[in-house]
């Protein structure tokens, strides 16, 4: 394949593909700790990504989880804000819930992202949505495996939702788009690279995606703190939003 050919979308699904496929030659290489796996894992994706966006994007700005922030990318209309492997813990568990973010912002909008899914051999694209599964009957909500939010367990019991424990965001991002749940609500704070790439992939779906009040989602902002997102079947989004702000009235 000649990269130097791809548009935006193939070129973030290339590469979220190719490091996906690096992630599980590390992990199955059986030369590292189970504390050290987490790491050595972030470190090799984080240098074959920053590496490879730095060759065919020369000129847009970039941030990374696993690369000092410089502020550069603030004169850049055109961000790519990746994440190399979104659910370490995950990873190093050896667990299939974890994914990589490769993501484009454009004048702070997540405009291109894939999400690749290595444990289960997946890459959901921007650039290449499906029809979205049928509606469950009862919905099904997303929520950390380790630190469930209050709020999310609250708005659960007021719709009947069940809860479904999952690892990474981008895991539980795209089990929204693959019919594995209905709604995927956070508050317990991300960062941009938490969220860019799986809200680019899940808006492309026809998902709604938001801030818990409703507002957009705004990228490459100079504090890289994001409190809260929704990302869910259309069907449900004006009563989740309902149901956060009677929470907090």
């Known amino acids: 394949m000649d990269a130097g050919n791809l548009n935006d979308g193939e070129l973030a699904a290339h590469l979220a593909q190719v490091a996906g496929r690096i992630l599980c030659e ?61 659910g370490t813990r995950e990873f190093g568990e050896h667990r299939s819930d974890w994914a990589v973010h490769v993501g484009l912002a454009i004048d702070g909008v997540a405009s291109v992202g894939a999400v690749a899914l290595p444990g289960l051999g997946v890459v959901l694209r921007s650039d290449a949505p499906q029809p979205l599964p049928a509606l469950a009957d009862r919905p099904r909500m997303l929520v ?76 490459n902002q100079s504090d890289l703190y994001m409190p809260d997102l929704l990302i869910c079947r259309p069907e449900w989004a004006t009563r989740v939003l309902a149901e956060v702000a009677a929470l907090s009235a």
């Open 26 to 86: 590390v992990r199955g290489a059986g030369v590292f700790s189970a504390e050290a796996l987490g790491k050595a894992g972030d470190q090799t994706a984080n240098q074959f990504l920053v590496r490879a966006l730095r060759e065919q994007r020369p000129d847009d700005g970039l941030l990374s989880e696993e690369q000092q922030d410089n502020f550069e990318r603030l004169a850049h209309a055109r961000v790519w804000i990746i994440d190399p492997v979104d």
């Open 144 to 219: 950390s495996r380790t630190r469930p939010a209050r709020e999310a367990v609250a708005v659960a019991e007021a719709i009947g939702a069940e809860l479904v424990a999952m690892g990474s965001a981008g895991a539980k991002a795209m089990a929204v788009v693959r019919g594995g749940a209905e709604i995927y609500l956070h508050t317990g704070g991300q960062f941009e690279w938490d969220s860019c790439a799986p809200v680019a992939v899940a808006k492309a779906h026809g998902l709604h995606v938001s801030r818990v009040d409703g507002s957009p989602l705004v990228y």
